[in-house]
């Protein structure tokens, strides 16, 4: 089983709708847990943590489930620039990060 | 705040040669971290430094690849000799703690 795990979709979707993507790791002792945002050709930038309790940003929200060992990504109210890999994050406790391969995310009018 | 920056952001070469490639992180930040990031493979973490240390090079493909970092302004990564399969992006990213600030990628081509 692979460290960290996402659907590489894509998840094509059209203006407004609510989209979620999970990502499962297998270490249940990790610490820390991100999102980041990738556009195509572009560098990975840092979208958003996730606490344990949950965290939002706007239309984004993040949630952790360690008990299952996932972390989620809600977007509601899709934009046509939400369109990017959405790339999970898992840190096992030291700052060596383990990335995902990332979920694709095509939002259309 | 620049950012990380790289250098160069395009580099085409033949198989064989050198490849030299720049870092500069952000100002500040204590962490340096190498990526290689592919289709196939997606984003592979190569080297990270801590405090112009080494800390985990396990990600180091093989022999041909090393990097350094001479002070907390500048790193590089070298490949020689270069393949055709070290095509790739790769990415620099710094830190201060767990959030990553990455630069904008060396885009390499080996012919």
């Known amino acids: 089983r692979k460290e960290v795990e996402q659907d590489p979709g894509p998840f094509n979707v059209p203006e407004g709708a609510t989209v979620a993507f999970n990502c499962t790791y297998s270490n249940s002792a990790s610490q820390s847990f991100f999102w980041y945002r990738q556009d195509c050709r572009k560098e990975p930038k840092l979208l958003m943590s996730?606490?344990?309790s949950g965290n939002e940003d706007g239309r984004f929200t993040a949630q952790l489930n360690r008990a299952s060992q996932y972390i989620s990504l809600l977007i509601r109210d899709s934009k046509l620039s939400d369109s990017a890999t959405y790339l999970c994050?898992?840190?096992?406790?030291?700052?060596?990060?383990?990335f995902g391969r990332g979920t694709s995310l095509i939002v259309h009018p | 705040d620049a950012g990380v920056i790289q250098s160069p952001r395009h580099e085409v070469t033949e198989m064989g040669q050198e490849v030299t490639l720049r870092c500069k992180p952000i100002?500040?930040?204590?962490?340096l971290f190498w990526y290689r990031q592919t289709m196939m493979r997606g984003l592979e973490l190569l080297i990270y430094f801590n405090n112009n240390v080494p800390i985990d090079d396990s990600g180091m493909p093989e022999d041909r690849f090393s990097a350094k970092m001479p002070n907390a302004s500048f790193s590089t990564l070298k490949i020689q000799p270069s393949e055709p399969r070290d095509s790739a992006v790769y990415f620099c990213?710094?830190?201060?703690?767990?959030?990553?600030?990455f630069g904008p990628g060396t885009r390499l081509t080996v012919t």
């Open positions: 100002s500040g930040h204590n962490s």
């Open positions: 994050v898992v840190n096992k406790g030291s700052y060596i990060p383990t």
């Open positions: 990213a710094s830190s201060l703690g767990y959030e990553q600030y």
């Open positions: 996730v606490y344990s």
